[in-house]
């Protein structure tokens, strides 16, 4: 039985592979500052290029941006979606993430002055029950945006040589 690889699947073995690397970080306790946090972006980036190079090489491939830039797409919204996934599974897992961001939170809201107790309370509160919805928005648009990018390049590049 050969396996035949489509976007969808490269997609989804970069998002594992992704996966795998922000677990990898994680467990070593890496600093948010590491330069290996890049490696996920470098990861995503390299999926998106296998699809549409996979793709280009094909028989099914006519040639032309669009018809470049279509693997790329599939590829990256299928990481999009397994990224999403995960980061709610992951911070459902770690509810210590939201109480260490919501004391780091308060502290700035004390910092600011202005506020009374009560309204810096409410404000801490508000950000506890958006935090899971403000990561999910930021990883969404974060890959939707580093994926329409480098698959636009990707595509532009292949469309050309070809």
């Known amino acids: 039985m050969k ?21 990898i970080t994680y467990s070593t306790r890496l600093s948010q500052e590491s330069p290996l946090q890049y490696l996920v972006f470098i990861a995503y980036a390299a999926g998106i290029a296998w699809a549409i190079l996979f793709y280009t090489r094909s028989e099914l491939y006519s040639g032309g941006f669009w018809n470049a830039f279509n693997p790329g797409l599939r590829c990256f919204v299928t990481v999009i979606l397994l990224m999403v996934a995960f980061t709610i599974i992951f911070n459902k897992m770690h509810p210590e993430f939201i109480t260490e961001s919501a004391a780091l939170y308060k502290d700035m809201l004390v910092k600011e002055k202005g506020k009374t107790p009560a309204e810096i309370d409410e404000m801490v509160d508000g950000f506890k029950s958006g935090y899971l ?21 990707m595509a532009a590049i292949t469309s050309r040589r070809k």
């Open 3 to 23: 396996l035949k690889l489509s976007p969808a699947l490269i997609g989804l073995i970069t998002g594992i592979v992704m996966i795998a690397i922000v677990m």
């Open 133 to 153: 919805t403000m990561l999910v928005y930021r990883s969404i648009f974060g890959y939707l945006i580093i994926g329409a990018i480098v698959t636009t390049i």
